[in-house]
């Protein structure tokens, strides 16, 4: 059985993916952690302590106690808020996973970390994007995930570590909403389509960017977790994406439930500059061929799913 602590637990990925753990490793075994509790699932369904993943002691003294088997660290600072808090995304995303990694390496577990699209840069092929190709991202977000993923690589090189790493796409879901990122109007759009029955995008028609629906990533987490290593030819990170649109392509596929649905445009330069560096649509046949990625949701089957579940939520 696996002895896991979560990271930046009360996140939009934490929030889903601590209980999909806890369901299939039981409650007892997963061990959340962040800045601070929450209120929620999370937090109330099993073990939690408080953790600000700078502290390298006491990040291996929590290894150490819980005697955990991996490590799976997802606390960090993403794209859009990045750009306005450069040091503490540098801090957080740089030298928090330093700590988690050499805290890792001490206690001996397996280390996950979750990668993006953000290691991508403007001179990165953007149609079919190669699993190993060129890296010249040009956010501080990018920056920090293009070395954590070589660092990751060093750690499995130098001392043998089995870290594990995938680099996410835009990622929806209805839990949590999204914590500053690029991608987020892609959740925005549903709560306003079901609140008022239009949406202002943030991102301009015609920018395409790689998406999932979060049962698909929790999916993928435990698959590559659970991957034999010696299948595994690369390990940081995976290229995974389900679909790819723009706005006008999410706002067609609301309207076949919602045919009043409008959408118009507010355009944020800040972000819509980063998603024109990011890739249109990713190669992921080295995640299909080594450790059987999957996803099962594509654009509107997602997209029913997210508006009968947000209708459900805000009643
Ligand atoms: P989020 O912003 O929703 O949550 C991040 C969590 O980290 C928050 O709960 C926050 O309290 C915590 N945190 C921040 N600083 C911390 C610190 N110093 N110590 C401990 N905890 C701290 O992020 P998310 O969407 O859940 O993303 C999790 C990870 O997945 C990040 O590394 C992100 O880069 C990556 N990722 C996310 C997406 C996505 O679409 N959500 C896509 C690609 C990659
Ligand atoms: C963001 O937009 O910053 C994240 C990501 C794709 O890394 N959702």
């Not at 001996?108 to 994007?129: C, K, M």
């Not at 796409?169 to 925005?188: E, K, R």
């Not at 990170?237 to 609301?254: H, V």
Request: proline residues 6%.
């Amino acid at each position: 059985m696996k002895r896991i602590v979560v990271t930046g637990a009360g996140g939009q990925i934490g929030s889903e993916l601590v209980p999909h753990l806890r369901g299939l490793y039981g409650s007892e075994n997963v061990l959340a952690t962040d800045l601070r509790p929450l209120a929620g699932p999370v937090f109330e369904g099993g073990p939690f302590a408080p953790l600000d993943v700078r502290d390298g002691r006491a990040f291996s003294d929590l290894l150490g106690s819980f005697r955990a088997d991996t490590l799976i660290h997802l606390a960090g600072i993403l794209s859009a808020k990045g750009e306005d808090q450069v040091a503490l995304a540098w801090d957080v995303n740089v030298n928090g996973s330093v700590a988690a990694l050499e805290a890792a390496r001490e206690r001996g577990t397996t280390f996950f970390l979750p990668s993006s699209i953000a290691a991508f840069g403007p001179s990165t092929p953007h149609r079919d994007t190669p699993q190993d190709t060129l890296q010249r991202p040009t956010t501080i977000y990018g920056v920090a995930k293009v070395t954590l993923e070589l660092l990751c690589d060093y750690y499995h090189l130098k001392f043998g570590m089995d870290t594990r790493g995938l680099r996410f796409p835009g990622l929806i879901s209805h839990q949590a909403l999204p914590g500053g990122g690029t991608t987020d109007y892609a959740v925005h759009i549903y709560y306003d389509a079901v609140r008022t029955g239009r949406y202002t995008s943030f991102i301009a028609p015609g920018t395409f960017m790689d998406m999932m629906y979060m049962p698909d990533a929790l999916d993928a987490v435990v698959r590559l977790l659970e991957a034999d290593p010696a299948r595994l030819a690369h390990r940081n990170a995976f290229n995974i994406s389900a679909m790819s649109f723009d706005p006008e392509g999410i706002a067609a596929s609301i309207r076949r439930v919602l045919p009043s649905f409008t959408l118009d445009y507010a355009v944020d330069p800040l972000r819509q500059g980063i998603a024109e560096s990011w890739p249109d649509s990713l190669d992921c046949s080295a995640a299909r061929e080594e450790w059987g990625f999957a996803p099962r949701y594509d654009l509107d089957a997602m997209t029913r799913d997210m508006l009968e579940r947000v209708s459900a939520k805000l009643g």
